[in-house]
């Protein structure tokens, strides 16, 4: 069963922080139609697996004219090939894949245990989002919209949604919805990529996005 709500939100980032609980996310605050809005990305995993991510610099999206050409907002994505949906197994850009395994690197284990969370990866979400909100880019995620009853709404899976086991969030996989955050630099056109998936995921799916071997 696929993830639900698969959407991209398209907005003004305004602050971030670290948020903890039952998983630790880098929570995005984002001004857009409809909003605000929280982005949440993960930056530990919840089931023990380690996390693998990967940020490109001067990265070019599979369709940057059609993301820049959204409105501010969150827009629900059909899950197949053709559109803005995205399948970080099968995407290809100018014949080269998207994104791919060899490209990520492991994320290490944060050694403190006062609530301090400092990854390369929370350093360098932080980085990205500080000079995205000085410069006004623009935040482009994708994932799982929800409603918080009444609170502020938001988008989260921000990461791979296929090849999980299927004892283990097996019921998220599925193929062209899989979450990734681009940013784009209104001053120097450029866009920035995050990616991030986790070891147990596989990346040989099948057409329901179940892991092949």
Partial sequence: MPIPNYSVLQGLPTAGKVVTGSSTHYQISIEATGGPFTVAVNIE???GSEVLYAILDDFVPPDPAALL???SGMH???SQPGGLALDFVREQIG???????SQMA?????????GSHATPLENAVDTLLNQAVAEKGTIFAFGSSYADNGEVDGIHDIHMNQGNPL???G???GVWQDGAVFIYMPSTQS?????IAFQTESWDTDDDGNPVN
């Fill in 45 to 47: 995993s919840t089931d």
């Fill in 69 to 71: 050409a959204l409105e």
């Fill in 76 to 78: 629900a994505l059909a």
């Fill in 95 to 101: 014949g080269k894949p998207m994104i791919t395994q």
């Fill in 106 to 114: 492991l994320l290490p284990i944060s050694k403190e245990k006062k």
């Fill in 167 to 169: 004892k283990s969030f």
């Fill in 171 to 173: 019921k998220d996989n």
């Fill in 191 to 195: 866009w920035t990529a995050i990616f």
